[in-house]
Every structure is written in structure tokens, then in C-alpha cells.
């Protein structure tokens, strides 16, 4: 009888030990951005400070790529797009917020650097 209690106490340690480890999981999150310039780049990048679970984060301007690494216990990609969509700008398929686009500068607004 202590052999079991022993083994099932092991098996329930191990489960939860699993389970803990998997809610701590860090992901890589690429998303393809409106971002114009360097202002852009410093407003996602801010807006993405602020976010809560998010660890690391790069916009590439060049490419227009963000690249954000966040733990999954706290945050998810959708939560990550609309931050990036509240600061006015697309985050893949999901739109900038109207009003937050009309208030961005006109380089970051899109085709802004052309319109210079």
C-alpha cells in the first residue's frame, strides 16, 4: 500500500510539474505591419512594452515585420495584433483603428513616406 501511495503521488507530481512547465511556454509571434518609418517603429514598439506576457520585441522597418516573443499563460497573438491595430496600424489581417490611424503623422500613415 506505501508503494502505491508513493507512485501515485510521483505520477500527480510529474503531471502537475508538466503542466506548469507548458503554461510558461515562450512563442515567437511575425506579424506584417503598416509600419512606415522610424516614428512607426518606436510607437509599436512602445505600445508592445506595455503589453502584458510580452517579452521581447522588434519591428523591422524595412520589411514592416514585427517580431514578438510572449509567454502563452499571458497573452495570445490575437491580444498582440489589436495593440498593434489600436496604435493605428494593420496588424496582419486585422485593420488599423480608424480613429488611431487619422491621428498618426503622415509618415506613418500609409504611403506616408512617398506623400514627404
Known amino acids: 500500500m506505501k ?6 503521488t510521483l505520477i500527480l507530481t510529474t503531471t ?3 503542466k506548469s512547465v507548458a503554461q510558461n511556454e515562450v512563442k515567437i509571434l511575425t506579424i506584417k505591419t503598416s509600419a ?3 516614428e512607426c517603429k518606436e510607437r509599436i514598439e512602445k505600445a508592445m512594452a506595455y ?3 510580452v517579452k521581447k520585441y522588434n519591428l523591422d522597418v524595412k520589411t514592416k ?6 509567454k502563452t ?5 490575437d491580444i498582440i495584433r489589436k495593440a498593434v ?3 493605428g496600424y494593420d496588424a496582419d489581417d486585422v485593420p488599423a483603428d480608424k480613429e488611431a490611424y487619422k491621428n498618426l503623422p ?4 500609409k504611403g506616408g513616406m512617398e506623400k514627404k
Open 106 to 109: 503622415l509618415c506613418c500613415q
Open 36 to 38: 512606415q518609418c522610424e
Open 73 to 77: 499563460n499571458k497573452t495570445n497573438p
Open 85 to 87: 491595430a489600436k496604435v
Open 51 to 53: 503589453e502584458k506576457g
Open 16 to 18: 502537475l510539474s508538466i
Open 65 to 70: 515585420v514585427l517580431t514578438v516573443e510572449y
Open 3 to 8: 508503494h502505491l501511495t508513493l507512485i501515485l
